[in-house]
């Protein structure tokens, strides 16, 4: 009997049938929209994480003339990072009172982690003399043209002074003896240790401007001949703060150089005696591959820095590029941005290690 009134309820016209399609289609309502919305939450992360802005241009630069091969030099990418917020805003409160009490008329500042697309640059497109920064790429040609001729690192030259060329620095360094002979890796030493302007000479003495003018031209820095206020009619280079900083990143990444020549200058450049500057902002146990350029001239003081920092597991390339009329105001300007940034880097670090 129950069988037969089951059989008779299974068999129950649509108002059965109906309670089932009702309880069918909001259990697949109820599924799709889980799914719909979890995945929707997970494009969000996605996209969160990633900090991917369209409007952002992702440029690569790479190496020309070189036959079947585009050789990669780099990759310019503008991704911010919320955790990198915190050492922006830290650095334009500081730039900001440098304004007020007129210490500078210009500063750019380029902080880049060197593991992560990510990067910080204030005042990006403002044109400085690299005074002596353009001994980072003078470097570089010369170790390619060793690359290209094994043994052009142990060529001799005696040394034959002509100090109408010399910028006489502010900062004391040694300097090569007139009348001696040295190697040119010799001269690489006195030119990154010391910022040796002769052994700087020497070289461009040695070598063709046009490939050295042809190879900074890789690396998109423009050169300006005599513009009315250079003394001597010097020709010189000109450079914004990211075309500076790339030298220091195909030295970090090895994509220009072989490796053990990029290891080669990044060891020659943790040997720069200036001590003040980014060095002075942070501890002293912290490993730094920097270079320094300073200029006075008509009234204009510049000084500049870059290093890398190798600070714990999160390597960053400070660069910090500066005119105004003290030379000694500037390096202590340099020196506050370093601390500023080591100590955002800090807390950055502390809070990635505590999620």
């Known amino acids: 009997m129950k069988l037969k009134k089951i059989s008779r309820i299974l068999l129950f016209p649509v ?14 309502i109820y599924f799709l929209s ?42 310019e990418t503008q ?6 917020e915190a050492i922006e ?11 007020v009490t007129g210490q500078l008329s210009s500063i750019s500042v380029y902080l880049k982690e060197l593991n992560t697309p990510y990067c910080i640059e204030i005042n990006p497109t403002e044109f400085y003399d690299p005074a002596s920064l353009t001994k980072v790429p003078l470097m570089l040609y010369v170790l390619s043209l060793d690359e290209l001729r094994p043994g052009y690192l142990d ?40 910022s040796d302007n002769e052994s700087f ?3 461009v003495n040695n070598i063709s401007m046009n490939d050295f003018i042809h190879f900074l031209s890789y690396f998109e820095i423009p050169m300006i001949t005599d513009d009315g206020q250079r003394q001597n009619h010097q020709k ?23 490796r053990a020549n990029s290891q080669y ?54 660069g910090v590029m500066t005119k105004g009329t003290n030379l000694e105001q500037l390096k202590d300007v340099i020196a506050n941005v370093s601390k500023i940034v080591y100590e955002g880097m800090q807390v950055k670090n502390t809070m990635s290690s505590i999620k």
Not at 15 to 28: D, V
Not at 89 to 99: A, G, H, R, T
């Open 265 to 318: 200058a990044l060891n020659l450049l943790t040997e720069c005696e200036f001590k003040k500057g980014i060095l002075q902002g942070l501890p002293a146990n912290i490993k730094v591959a920097h270079k320094y350029g300073e200029r006075f001239e008509n009234g204009v003081a510049q000084f500049h820095e870059f290093g890398i920092v190798y600070y714990e597991n999160s390597p960053y390339l400070l």
């Open 236 to 258: 010189n280079f000109i450079a914004n703060i990211n075309s500076l900083s790339r030298f220091f990143r195909v030295l970090y990444n090895s994509t220009f150089l072989n």
């Open 15 to 28: 108002p059965i049938y109906f309670l089932f399609l009702s309880i069918f289609s909001l259990m697949a």
């Open 89 to 99: 805003s830290s650095l334009y409160q500081y730039i900001n009172q440098l304004k």
């Open 201 to 203: 000479i020497q070289f």
């Open 155 to 194: 060529k001799k030259i005696l040394i034959s002074k002509n100090s109408d060329y010399i910028y006489t620095p502010t900062i004391s360094s040694k300097t090569l003896e007139e009348g001696k002979k040295y190697t040119y890796k010799e001269l690489l030493y006195y030119m990154i240790a010391y």
């Open 79 to 84: 991704f911010s990072n919320p955790s990198l």
């Open 34 to 75: 889980n799914s719909f919305c979890h995945k929707k939450n997970f494009r969000q992360h996605h996209h969160h994480t990633m900090n991917l802005d369209s409007s952002l241009p992702i440029k690569q630069i790479r190496l020309q003339d070189t036959g079947l091969t585009k050789p990669l030099l780099l990759v």
